[in-house]
């Protein structure tokens, strides 16, 4: 990868970063308040966060390998993809941990999207949010892991 291509991509990835740490600036934020409507809050963070984690998965496909064939299950073979190297063009992006988290995280969004007349459960909203806190403390690991790939391609 030339230089210039590496450092776009590396400063899309950090402003990325950014949005993706001001999603969690906002989930704890919204932990430390009481109130029926703190669980629908932080539901909807967690849904705004894998969105922001898919527009990073977005970024780097852009970069790399541009399509996925399967439309009907275009969000799971993106994150999916993320967690494979792909020899000659690119290292995975993710690990298997991270790859468990985020698909977890994935399956939270898609409820929420569809979960017009269902109220959330206070307890299933605890189940994700400790998932995304796990997130939280790898997921940065491996998107250094893979720049630091590229950059000693150089």
């Known amino acids: 990868m030339e230089k210039e291509r590496l450092m776009l991509l590396r400063s899309s990835i950090e402003a990325q970063i950014a949005v993706i740490d001001k999603i969690y600036s906002k989930i704890d934020e919204r932990k430390k308040k009481k109130g029926k409507w703190v669980v629908e809050n932080i539901g909807y963070q967690l849904h ?4 922001a984690f898919e527009d990073l998965f977005k970024i780097i496909a852009r970069e790399f390998e541009n399509n ?3 439309a009907s299950k275009y969000h ?6 993320m967690s494979i190297s792909i020899e000659g063009i690119r290292p995975k992006l993710i690990s298997e941990e991270t790859l468990m988290l985020l698909d977890n995280l994935r399956s939270f ?3 929420f999207r569809h979960a017009y007349s269902y109220e959330l459960d206070k307890r299933k909203i605890n189940i994700v949010l400790e998932d995304a806190l796990k997130l939280q403390k790898i997921y940065k690991n491996d998107i250094t892991a893979f ?3 590229l950059e000693n391609k150089q």
């Open 48 to 51: 705004n966060l894998y969105c």
């Open 68 to 70: 996925i064939d399967n």
């Open 76 to 81: 799971y073979e993106l994150l999916r993809r």
């Open 109 to 111: 969004r898609h409820f």
């Open 147 to 149: 720049l630091n790939v």
